[in-house]
């Protein structure tokens, strides 16, 4: 193990939830609603020094209406996750989504997508 670096098992997970309806007329609020509880749970004390050890889950299950506006929430979310320098996945995401996903050629910017 490196000094300095949390061990696995005091690695922190940041799980952030997306709505059941994500469509291009809630996309702008939710992200910010998102943006914020990630900025609050990785602020000073939050996240246990710094971005180190802490990842980013995305738990797409809810969601059951949406468009092509929810792979942008999700890739700013992952821009963001990135400038923090945490590590990033999505859960859950439904099949329909991925293969949108995969059709955009994006895929393999939302790891853990399956």
Do not use: H, W
Not at 24 to 37: E, N, Y
Request: charged content about 15%; proline content about 5%; overall charge positive.
């Amino acid at each position: 193990m490196l000094r300095g670096l949390p061990s696995p098992s005091k690695a922190r997970r940041v799980v952030l939830t997306l709505p059941p309806t994500l469509t291009c007329a809630t996309a702008a609020a939710c992200l910010r609603d998102l943006q914020g509880s990630l900025a609050k749970a990785t602020s000073t004390g939050g996240a246990g020094g710094g971005g180190i050890g802490v990842t980013v889950v995305v738990d797409a299950g809810s969601l059951g209406q949406f468009d092509s506006s929810a792979l942008a929430v999700l890739l700013a979310l992952r821009r963001e996750a990135d400038g923090l320098g945490l590590t990033f996945a999505v859960t859950g995401m439904p099949q329909s989504l991925a293969n949108l996903a995969r059709l955009y050629g994006i895929a393999e910017l939302l790891p853990g997508n399956r």
